[in-house]
């Protein structure tokens, strides 16, 4: 599990708690593990959330559209973390542009207590691997798709669709064919193999350097292999032919197995939707872990080929725009979280970012 570094370096300007609070925070998905956030104190209890350029994925993400959704899921870990300390959050978001270095404003004040297990923040993980191919059963999915009596994924957005289809439906052969196409279109890529490669550990002394980004254990291999890929691979081992052939023969065997996939539109993709989506999402995570449910965003689909997000839409039934597509399915064993962590004092900066006028 990743650790909170709870007692590591004072931040001034931060309390103990919202360094807590931010740690937490620091649990949430992003693309390639890249941790994207930043964040600004330019008085007590007054935070800016933005982004840091150099955590941007432009090959695969060039709309920050997958940031702004990860930026979401780090605001809703620090609003649910702060209610548990007893903090009410006024969040405002301020950006017009997903480009913009400056996302939200966010002011802390005093509130009630909220009753929240800190540890589903803590056990959130992604899984890969290991999905039983049962599909899901109804009142599982009633469970993980409600949220305080509303439905999961509206989250003050209008009318979003969130749509379920088992894996062995039509619907469903026809995402596994659709990923299996879009990540040999992305394994073909240069520029999204380079970018990739900038973004895995291979070595643990490159995890420690960093802590983001992806490593052997957050990638699932193990064993004899992950010993092999820990001490002989380097980032040059990305670009090789081996390696692009291995990763699509690994995306074939996980898409055919799984109880089904959920995909979520919205009427939109303004900043503040895909604020109010990535929350949602966070939303949804923190809560399949009680049914045994694992997730597993897999969004080349939205990546690759132009036009692709039309004939998914079109294919599927769906109107609006496809935000996630998400791979569902029953776990016997629910693993423990690996993905690195980068502590709050490589993510809060100095400088405010300026705000539009």
Known sequence: ???????????????????EILSLASLAPSSHNAQPWTVTVPEPGHWLVGSAKERWLPAVDPDNREMLLSLGAFIENLVVSAGVLGLEVDLRITAGSPMEPAIADLHLKKGKVTDFSIEKIKKRRVVRNGFLGIELKEEDLRY????????????????????????????????????????????????????????????????????????????????IAGWYVRNLYDRTSVLTEAFRKQTVERVVKQVRTCGGWLVVT??????????????AFERLFLKVRDKGIALHPMTQMLEEKDGLKEEITKSLGVTGDVQWVLRMGYLKTYPDPVSLRMPPERFVVDRAPQMPS
């Open 266 to 279: 919205s009427l939109g993709s303004e900043v503040p939707t895909l604020i109010a989506y990535g929350r």
């Open 144 to 223: 993980v798709m409600r949220h305080d009596g509303e439905a999961c994924l509206l989250p003050n957005a209008p009318s979003p669709h969130a749509l379920y289809f088992p894996n062995n439906s039509r619907e469903g052969r026809y995402l596994q064919d659709g990923l299996i196409e879009a990540n040999t279109i992305q394994a073909s890529r240069i520029s999204a193999q380079e970018e990739l490669a900038r973004w895995i550990r291979w070595s643990n002394k490159e995890a420690r350097q960093y802590r983001n980004g992806l490593t052997p254990e957050s990638m699932e291999i193990g064993g």
């Open 1 to 19: 599990m990743p650790s909170l570094d709870s007692g590591g370096a004072s931040i001034k300007g931060l309390s103990r708690d919202e360094r």
